[in-house]
């Protein structure tokens, strides 16, 4: 995708309206416009990266440094009784926009906003294999 088409680069460059939550150097957060609850806030770096594999650490740094401070902050405001921080990566994970992004998620009742509804499969994985798997993903962080 080129840039120019990406629509959070234009909300970044102001060619798009958006209620913007923060602003840095580095990030851009504002609200959802789907607002899946009350605060729904996305919080963005200002440089085009498509996902979390694709973004360099020092990206990375700056983003994440900011969800505490804007979580803290939304839940100052509003009161939550939890919060879900979500990130997609790729279609089938649930990426609709290809620029990296983290999903604030404030929840004020059980049943209201973001629901998490995933299979486990402990069961399934003795503690040697739950070993291997972990020698695996450390291996490919050394290379």
Do not use: R
């Amino acid at each position: 995708m080129n840039h120019n088409d990406c629509i959070f680069c234009k909300i970044i460059n102001g060619n798009i309206p958006s209620a913007k939550v923060y602003e840095d150097d580095h990030v851009y957060a504002f609200l959802d416009i789907s607002q899946v609850s009350k605060g729904h806030t996305l919080i963005i770096p200002k440089i085009h990266t498509k996902n979390i594999y694709e973004t360099p650490p020092e990206i990375a740094k700056e983003l994440f440094a900011k969800v505490p401070i804007i979580a803290n902050a939304l839940k100052e405001a509003y009161n939550p009784i939890g919060m879900n921080v979500l990130n997609n990566n790729e279609a089938p994970a649930g990426q609709s926009v290809f620029h990296l992004h983290i999903h604030l998620l404030p929840k004020y009742s059980e049943s209201e906003g973001f629901s998490v509804n995933w299979k486990t499969h402990e069961d399934k994985y003795s503690a040697t294999d739950l070993q291997q798997i972990a020698e695996k993903i450390n291996e490919a962080i050394k290379n």
